[in-house]
T-cell receptor
Framework: GESVGLHLPTLSVQEGDNSIINCAYS??????FIWYKQESGKGPQFIID?????DKRQGQRVTVLLNKTVKHLSLQIAATQPGDSAVYFC?????????????FGKGTRLSVIA | DGGITQSPKYLFRKEGQNVTLSCEQN?????MYWYRQDPGQGLRLIYY???????QKGDIAEGYSVSREKKESFPLTVTSAQKNPTAFYLC????????????FGNGTRLTVT
């Protein structure tokens, strides 16, 4: 498999600004996508999900956008707060039956500057 | 509160010893998963189980073993055959109904010296 370095992509934003975290996927058979937030020393926490029959879904302060044409997923966080500092992962599920495992992206570290 | 419990949070072992990591869920979920996470990396799938008494290998199953005797429990054994066992291990579960997110425990950090 692909060798992954020790350094994650990092996004630094000022407190109060909006954050956009991007994720590319390669499997056109993927039909369900999830964003997770992981704080240091903890397990990933579910943020929001979206099915492939939707282009956009909103939650509390978060919006997920799905562009199936270019196989791109983004997570927008409004009015970023220090508590949003974490690593964010996207995950995808393919269009097959059963509980086939999610495939996780490498993650992006969000750093909020107070 | 419903959730996934992993224990212990930190585990230290000598090289050559087998060690078992516990994962218990009270969410009544059918499917359970074990992932491994190394510093600065994503999650890699070790084993998963969609139903009691059945499990499948993930991408990095070598050196690991699991059992699923009860719906609530999915222990992972890291054997002496695992060449690089030091890592952060995450257990997760989800319902068997359609597309749904994984719920994760808070992980076990295993250090082998």
């Amino acid at each position: 498999g692909e060798s992954v370095g020790l350094h994650l992509p990092t996004l630094s934003v000022q407190e109060g600004d909006n954050s956009i975290i991007n994720c590319a996927y390669s499997n056109s058979a993927s039909d369900y996508f999830i964003w997770y937030k992981q704080e240091s020393g903890k397990g990933p926490q579910f943020i929001i999900d979206i099915r492939s029959n939707m282009d956009k879904r909103q939650g509390q302060r978060v919006t997920v956008l799905l562009n199936k044409t270019v196989k791109h997923l983004s997570l927008q966080i409004a009015a970023t707060q220090p508590g949003d500092s974490a690593v964010y992962f996207c995950a995808e599920n393919t269009r097959y039956s059963g509980n086939t495992p999610l495939v996780f992206g490498k993650g992006t570290r969000l750093s909020v500057i107070a | 509160d419903g959730g996934i419990t992993q224990s212990p949070k930190y585990l230290f072992r000598k090289e050559g010893q087998n060690v078992t990591l516990s994962c218990e869920q009270n969410l009544n979920h059918d499917a359970m998963y074990w992932y491994r996470q190394d510093p600065g990396q994503g999650l890699r799938l070790i084993y998963y189980s969609q139903i009691v008494n059945d499990f499948q290998k993930g991408d990095i199953a070598e050196g690991y073993s699991v059992s699923r005797e009860k719906k609530e429990s999915f222990p992972l054994t890291v054997t002496s055959a695992q060449k690089n066992p030091t890592a952060f291990y995450l257990c997760a579960s989800r319902t068997g109904q359609g597309r749904s997110p994984l719920h994760f425990g808070n992980g076990t950090r295993l250090t082998v010296t």
